[in-house]
């Protein structure tokens, strides 16, 4: 099966500076890679997604990239805000609605 | 408003008493999905549901039961819980399943915290 990992588990970074957070994949079937956002006490919520035929997209201060060769991806948040700090989580998934999930790198956005 | 509801937020039973963990979505999506959250190991899927009567075990389905009588429910079901089913649970809904799942990203309940003493 699938096998996505992530890094860093933590990361601190002061207020306006970037974070990045990478995660690879193993299963070259992996067609879907979502991010999500996930704030203490509720569940995640997508902030991002890119698919396996793009390589990069971008939202405002929020992009992804893409790198089928090397079966990696990363989240790109530029000019950090105090309101980024939360868990962030990577994911592939297939065609088969099976979504495996990175095991999370805690952001923290010092003002 | 749209959302996936879940119920209770937290729960502390013992150890052999059955107990069920409701999920409803309001937005008639075909798609739902339970996972439990372990610090370290990220989100994991147990069972899943394509629409109704049709249910599939995901990676961690050990002790567990899930039922879809009504596309709008997916309860989860531990029928002898253990300590080791302590855990952070969430369902997740989407509108469709298979190829159309870039189109359709997962909405998350707000998670029940399980304690299994």
């Known amino acids: 099966g699938e096998n996505v990992e992530q890094h860093p588990s933590t990361l601190s970074v002061q207020e306006g500076d970037s974070a990045v957070i990478k995660c690879t994949y193993s299963d070259s079937a992996s067609n879907y890679f979502p991010w999500y956002k996930q704030e203490l006490g509720k569940g995640p919520q997508l902030i991002i997604d890119?698919?396996?035929?793009?390589g990069e997209k971008k939202d405002q201060r929020i992009a992804v990239t893409l790198n089928k060769t090397a079966k990696h991806f990363s989240l790109h948040i530029t000019e950090t805000q105090p309101e980024d700090s939360a868990v962030y989580f990577c994911a592939a998934a297939n065609n088969f609605n099976k979504f495996y999930f990175g095991s999370g790198t805690k952001l923290n956005v010092k003002p | 408003e749209a959302q996936v509801t879940q119920n209770p937020r937290y729960l502390i039973t013992v150890t052999g008493k059955k107990l069920t963990v409701t999920c409803s979505q309001n937005m008639n999506h075909e798609y739902m999905s339970w996972y439990r959250q372990d610090p370290g190991l990220g989100l994991r899927q147990i069972y899943y549901s394509m629409n109704v009567e049709v249910t599939d075990k995901g990676d961690v389905p050990e002790g567990y039961k899930v039922s879809r009588k009504e596309k709008r429910n997916f309860p989860l079901i531990l029928e002898s819980p253990s300590p080791n089913q302590t855990s952070l649970y969430f369902c997740a809904s989407s509108p469709q399943w298979g190829r159309a799942l870039y189109n359709s990203p997962l909405h998350f309940g707000n998670g029940t915290r399980l304690t299994v003493t």
């Open positions: 890119i698919r396996s035929n793009v």
